[in-house]
């Protein structure tokens, strides 16, 4: 069965320091990974897509199929990146997301 | 381009009654999907619509269903409503291809009593 888990439900880090929030799926094909961000009062939005390869708001995630992970990093948080983040999978040919419960990250001045 | 719009934005129903709520999705998406947010299991996927038929369907009874219309807007329903049912329900639009991103809606927070 497809599943994703986000081990952190919190996770609080100072402004400047790295962040990482981590992801671990289990999917025997070949999924798409997501991440989601829902700042407050925000609706959710998609942060960034492993097939993209791209670098958002400086945040990066590597597919590591191997161990099956998906992780979130940021080499220096700022206090805007406070906000609740979903790793999500959505399998091949369907329109169907898979959330993790979510990591709500808190930046401290 | 106007985002996906979601009405009401705040539901009270009471045990026993059903509910509707809508979706208008961004002009030009025809896909439209459904999703129920509860602290306890998360965001959890419920149906997806597209040109009117539904293309995929989670782990949920048949009390919950929907449709879509000829104009890509989407009608979820819930019929013998039970305290459990209280969450936020979120819709997301896409184009439809499988690699499109999904833009989700703010969100009906349902309420049973």
């Known amino acids: 069965a497809q599943r994703v888990t986000q081990p952190e439900k919190l996770l609080s880090v100072f402004k400047g320091a790295p962040v990482e929030l981590k992801c671990n799926y289990s999917y025997s094909g070949s999924p798409e990974l997501f991440w989601y961000v829902q700042y407050s009062r925000q609706r959710l939005q998609l942060l960034l897509r492993?097939?993209s390869r791209e670098s958002i708001k400086g945040f990066t995630a590597d597919l590591n199929k191997g161990e099956t992970s998906f992780h979130l990093k940021k080499p220096f948080a700022q206090e805007e990146d406070s906000a609740m983040y979903y790793c999500?999978?959505?399998?091949?040919?369907?329109?169907?997301?898979?959330f993790g419960q979510g990591t709500r990250l808190t930046i401290n001045p | 381009k106007a985002g996906v719009t979601q009405t009401p934005r705040y539901l009270i129903k009471t045990r026993g009654q059903q509910v509707t709520l809508s979706c208008s999705p961004i002009?030009?998406?025809?896909?439209v999907s459904w999703y129920q947010q509860t602290p306890g299991q998360g965001l959890q996927f419920l149906f997806e619509y597209f040109s009117e038929t539904q293309r995929n369907k989670g782990n949920f009874p048949g009390r919950f269903s929907g449709r879509q219309f000829s104009n890509s807007r989407s009608e979820m329903n819930v019929s013998t409503l039970e305290l459990g049912d209280s969450a936020l329900y979120l819709c997301?639009?896409?184009?439809?291809?499988?690699?499109?991103?999904?833009?989700f809606g703010p969100g009906t927070r349902l309420t049973v009593l």
């Open positions: 492993h097939i």
């Open positions: 002009s030009g998406h025809r896909s």
């Open positions: 999500a999978l959505r399998d091949q040919g369907a329109q169907k997301l898979v």
């Open positions: 997301a639009s896409s184009l439809g291809d499988f690699l499109n991103e999904q833009f």
